[in-house]
């Protein structure tokens, strides 16, 4: 009586992995061996491959790419369970399997239908993966950088930090900001912005090297002169601003700049009245952290 052949002892998974250590690799090997057996020994051993551009596994002519979103020795096993009990879905759901035994139990056979058999969801696979291409990424992220204005006739350069973030909607970027400027000479004046953006290409895309930026929202003015109580102003502001930027992975480097249009006079009254440039300009400098979808 014919059986399938077993699976030889000597037989092991081929380690091409320099990542695997002794340990993990002695169990990746046992729980493997266990499934190609209790399958019946009919498939040959795998092999796990890792190189500095990915890792996969090589196994009866194909190749599996292992996504990093676990232990290698895990995701190895995930995989070859996958194709094991893939194969016998599909040998299960085989039209002519099916008639093949139902003929061998003396049972009657239904006719068979136009209509397709309904898709069985491929299990063991993560749903979303973790972006190897460009293609795939997702993009957005946060910015923080150091924005400098330029000064008005009655105010001084301010200087101070800058928090963008934004997520991707299709080709463009959502997201708002939050900016604190400070004088850093003559009257005291700190200047707040809180804005909502509409952003395309750099720095939130890491693909991208120039970008651009609307944003839209409110600016606050305060002054602090001295032996007095605080004023502050308030005005809506719309900002438009160009950037180019180099990224270097998670990490990356930003430069912009920004014109400021506020829609209504921002000034306080006082001995010496303090009014801001209706039409102003900034530049800013800093580092982005986006796109964590990528490995």
Known sequence: MWAPPLVAQ??????????????????LDARVLLLLKSDGGARPVPAVVCTASGAWVEWD????DILGR???????????????????????ADPKTTEGAAIAAGQPVLERGSGSAPRVPTTGQPA???AQRAVDARGGGILLGIETELPSSTIATAVGPSFDFGTSAGPLMLGGREAFRFTVAGPRIAFMDF?????YGAPLDPDKRFGVVARFGAEWMVAYPEGN???????????????????????GLWLGVDAH?????????SRQPVVA?????????????????RK
Do not use: M
């Open 10 to 27: 000597s037989a092991h998974v081929e380690n091409r992995c320099p990542q695997l250590s002794a340990a993990a690799y002695e169990e």
């Open 61 to 64: 002519g194909r190749r599996y």
């Open 70 to 92: 676990g232990p290698i020795a895990d995701e190895v096993v995930d995989i070859v369970e996958t194709e094991l009990h893939g194969a016998e879905r599909k040998t299960d």
């Open 128 to 130: 979303d993966r973790v």
């Open 195 to 199: 804005e909502a953006a509409l952003a």
């Open 229 to 251: 109580s605080s004023q502050a102003a308030v005005v809506p502001l719309a900002d438009v601003g160009l950037r180019v930027a180099q990224s270097f992975g998670l990490l």
């Open 261 to 269: 249009f506020r829609l209504a006079t921002l000034a306080l009254r």
């Open 277 to 293: 440039n209706d039409v102003g300009g900034s530049f800013s400098l800093g580092v982005s952290f986006v796109d964590w979808s």
